[in-house]
């Protein structure tokens, strides 16, 4: 008898019926190494994106002092942006290495939903390791952990009037129950994907912008690395998504 073998299971399409989404994540590249590919993708389909970082990324490159690094950094981080059709790109001003969770960022991340109202919220891994399409149980970093866990709590946060009243009283920012959707990039236990082909190629390029921080890292050719890196991880991801090469998403419906 010939031995069944398990099929993976497969993980469901992205929700489309949304207009605007914030992405919140804590450095200049993440969102390229995360999810560039789905952005390109719902941008060509008329669908606004903005992005919202926590860091310029000023701690990043060894050989560049932060106040060096961090206009360098967030110039990339609008460049790359643009490709994938982001015109919006804001800084929260935590430092760079040692951002922590707290009330502070919670209300930081909620003031910035509650201005741009969003029904998807986009953010990265908020676990201890990466696994699956991060790449084998590496350890992640405290910037990633606190403010994907963070972003979590300020979907919730941000349409309830009673917390951080001052955002109503002191910025005329009134609550925003409307986040339908928080979907985590990166999550080693995915639920749901987007088709990776469309926006691929832009992504590349878009991930190639970060060419400062790109050098630093590898010995490798900046495209080839790039490209070796989106392509392997959208590849990897197709067995889950009826065999097309896919960007996965942790969904947590509100």
Same mark, same amino acid.
């Given at each position: 008898?010939?031995?069944?073998? +398990? ?38 389909? *008329? &669908? ?7 860091? &310029? ?35 929260? +001003? ?16 909620? $003031? $910035?939903? &509650? ?12 676990? +201890? ?6 790449? %084998?149980?590496?350890?992640? =970093? ?29 910025? *005329? ?12 990039? %990166? ?6 994907? $987007? +088709?990776?082909?469309? %926006? ?30 989106? =392509?392997?991880?959208?590849?990897? $991801? ?15 419906? &509100?």
């Amino acid at each position: 008898m010939t031995k069944e073998v +398990d099929q993976p299971a497969q993980l469901e399409p992205m929700p489309t019926d949304w207009q605007r989404a914030l992405a919140v994540v804590a450095h200049p590249d993440d969102l390229e190494y995360g999810c560039a590919a789905a952005i390109a993708d719902w941008t060509d389909g *008329g &669908r606004e994106v903005v992005y919202v970082l926590a860091t &310029r990324g000023e701690a990043g490159i060894d050989t560049l002092a932060p106040e060096e690094c961090a206009p360098l950094r967030e110039a990339e981080q609008r460049a790359s942006a643009a490709v994938v059709g982001v015109s919006e790109v804001e800084f929260l +001003d935590h430092r760079d290495g040692v951002v922590e969770y707290g009330l502070g960022l919670r209300r930081d991340i909620a $003031a $910035a939903i &509650r201005h741009h109202r969003p029904e998807l919220v986009i953010t990265l891994n908020h676990r +201890d390791t990466w696994g699956g399409q991060g790449g %084998g149980g590496y350890w992640n =970093t405290p910037d990633h952990q606190a403010v994907g866990r963070a972003t979590l709590d300020a979907a919730a946060d941000a349409g309830n009037r009673w917390i951080f009243p001052e955002l109503i009283a002191e910025q *005329g920012l009134e609550p925003w129950n409307g986040v339908r959707w928080v979907a985590v990039a %990166g999550s080693a236990t995915p639920t749901h994907a $987007a +088709d990776a082909g469309p %926006g691929l190629e832009r992504s590349v390029k878009s991930l190639m912008e970060h060419k400062a921080y790109i050098e630093v890292l590898t010995d490798q050719d900046p495209e080839e690395y790039c490209r070796t890196f989106l =392509t392997g991880n959208a590849r990897q $991801a197709a067995a889950r998504f009826g065999g097309r090469p896919a960007v996965t998403f942790e969904v947590f419906p &509100r």
